[in-house]
């Protein structure tokens, strides 16, 4: 039952196959542009997702979180308004305003401190790896992230190598990242909440990199492909293929807010 307070709710939403699409993915005619770079259209959003999005921004607080670096999430403008916050570098770095909170970061870096040793390893073993095609990045001292020819066999080697205790690691396509735990999605979600005081968390994710935030949310969107595959059993809804994953979600997302009536707006539009 409704106690007549206002709720804050916040929506988490990844990115890139999440709510935004590369040049190379089908996603219909109607689509914008939200992302250029060196005079080239990187990303686009459906019609649909972006009339979505802006009704979910009236009853929520809309918090990116993603593995992009800073300058690589200020490339995109989703048409909807800057969101207020945004949590970057796979939630290691809280943007207000578009500034970054110096705090959170400080935190982030203590967070996996114990993680030290294990980071420079990863860089070496990354390093010395013959299929690497890319130097190897390091991101604020946050995580680790290079290109391989044969990525399933990087990331089997560092995973031999590395403490699976201290430290994660994926690849997504020839990308091949290294992170220490504590630097996850879910972590920063469970931070922000008592951040920001939310009253109920919702999110969207797409990849094994936002299992934790799926997790950790009160009520998530993934495919269903994902769902099966790791988080059977759970609260996460699976949205099959067949239409664009974007416009599903936030059609489910709101249904959630309007139809049940749970949130109002407590932000102001940008």
């Known amino acids: 039952m409704s106690d007549g307070k206002e709720k804050l709710i916040v929506f988490h939403a990844d990115l890139d196959n999440t709510l935004i699409y590369s040049w ?37 607080l809309f918090v990116p979180v993603t593995t992009r670096t800073r300058e690589q999430y200020e490339r995109i403008r989703l048409g909807t308004g800057i969101p207020e916050y945004a949590l970057v570098c796979n939630g290691g770095v809280l943007l207000k305003d578009g500034k970054e909170l110096t705090d ?8 996996t401190e114990k993680s030290r040793r294990e980071f420079g390893r ?21 995580f680790l992230f ?11 080697r560092l995973k031999d190598r590395l403490d699976p205790a201290l430290m994660d690691v994926f690849s997504n396509g020839s990308k091949v990242y290294a992170l220490p735990k ?33 997790q950790t949310a009160d009520r998530s969107w993934a495919p269903e492909g994902l769902v099966k595959r790791h988080l059977s059993g759970t609260r996460v809804t699976g949205v099959p293929d067949g239409r664009v994953f974007s416009d599903v979600l936030l059609e489910g997302v709101c249904r959630e807010v309007f139809e049940r009536g749970i949130g109002r707006t407590l932000l102001k539009e940008k």
């Open 24 to 60: 190379k993915h089908e996603i219909g005619e109607e689509k914008t542009c939200v992302e250029v770079y060196e005079g080239r259209e990187l990303s686009f959003m459906t019609g649909q997702s972006s009339s979505l999005l802006k009704k979910v921004r009236k009853k929520t």
């Open 104 to 111: 959170w970061y400080e935190e982030s870096l203590r967070l």
């Open 146 to 156: 290079t290109k391989s020819r044969e990525p399933d066999r990087m990331v089997k």
């Open 182 to 214: 504590g630097l996850d999605k879910g972590t920063a979600v469970r931070r922000f909440k008592g951040y920001i005081k939310a009253d109920l968390v919702l999110a969207a994710g797409d990849s094994e990199f936002d299992l934790p935030m799926l």
């Open 122 to 142: 990863a860089g070496s073993c990354m390093q010395e790896d013959c299929g690497r095609i890319l130097e190897v990045r390091n991101i604020r001292n946050l």
